[in-house]
């Protein structure tokens, strides 16, 4: 497996576990729950741009593969 679908396979299963914290947030109703969802959707984003960032580079590189 390249780099490039390893990174592709991490985001995807980020944006499922994005998912899955909003689903719990929308029920959520106590500070502490809230909270700790929204530092761990933060976290989450942050890897997320991370990998965009490296795939981006990688593209304008013309090191796709």
Known sequence: M????SNI???RDLLEHLTACQQQLEW????KTIGLLAETML????HCRQLCDGLRRRA???NVA
């Open 9 to 11: 396979l991490w985001l």
């Open 28 to 31: 959520a109703t106590d500070s």
């Open 43 to 46: 976290r989450d984003l942050e």
């Open 2 to 5: 390249s780099q490039r679908q």
């Open 60 to 62: 304008e590189a013309g």
